[in-house]
């Protein structure tokens, strides 16, 4: 499995004969560049998360890639003329070899005045390779089997306290930071050593767009 992280939430991820690019948002830079994709999976409807802006000429220049977003975002994305499928959490779909599962199906809480929206969190699995988790705005899903973990490392609605006893509730053995736009470089530097010393979880870095290897 070869992931790329193209910033904040945004992932490529090539299993198998697939790629399948996850959560294209508005912190996310070079993703509107990519071809071949098989499918683009989006996790909910925050602009972080997908940028309707540049998600129509992604999708052009990738004619045959599916299009699934958690059920409220694909509404709203139908909406705007842009073809989409829902993905349902519990529910699996197999596109290229890739088994692609949603996972949970709340947005964590940002405040209690601040109404809750859809998040579906994403396992990707290929025989033979490991499988990815990449969760998107919630903790609350802990899906068993986990090799690799995309962890959400800054946000409003995120202490890393909760961080933490999430890596280690997963349990997978290495993983990657995500959700870290918000974060200048020494902040990052200080939540990713905590999820390293405390989660235990094997966090690789990668420098710019340089694809990770597990």
């Known amino acids: 499995m070869r992931i790329t992280h193209y910033g904040h939430s945004c992932l490529l991820v090539e299993t198998g004969a697939a790629r399948v690019l996850l959560d294209p948002g508005t912190f996310s830079h070079g993703f509107e560049e990519l071809e071949g994709l098989d499918a683009v999976v989006v996790t909910h409807s925050h602009p972080d998360h997908v940028d309707v802006e540049r998600l129509p000429a992604l999708l052009e220049a990738n004619d045959g890639a599916v299009l699934r ?8 994305l139908t909406e705007s003329g842009i073809e989409v499928a829902p993905l349902h959490a519990g529910e699996s779909v197999e596109v290229a070899g890739v088994r692609i599962t ?4 709340r947005h964590a809480v940002i405040h209690a005045d601040v109404p809750r929206i859809g998040n579906v969190g994403v396992l990707l699995a290929t025989e033979g390779e490991p499988t990815l988790f990449h969760p998107g705005d919630s903790y609350e899903a802990v899906p068993a089997g986990v090799d690799v973990l995309a962890v959400p490392l800054s946000a409003p609605w995120a202490a890393l306290k ?10 997978a053995s290495a993983g990657l930071v995500i959700h870290d736009g918000l974060l200048a470089a020494p902040g990052r530097a200080v939540y990713g050593n905590q999820v390293r010393a405390l989660g235990g979880l094997d966090v690789r870095e990668s420098e710019g767009t340089t694809p990770l290897e597990f």
């Open 69 to 76: 977003a958690e059920p409220a975002t694909a509404t709203s």
């Open 102 to 105: 949603g996972a949970g199906g």
């Open 162 to 171: 909760e961080t933490v006893d999430f890596v280690r509730a997963v349990g």
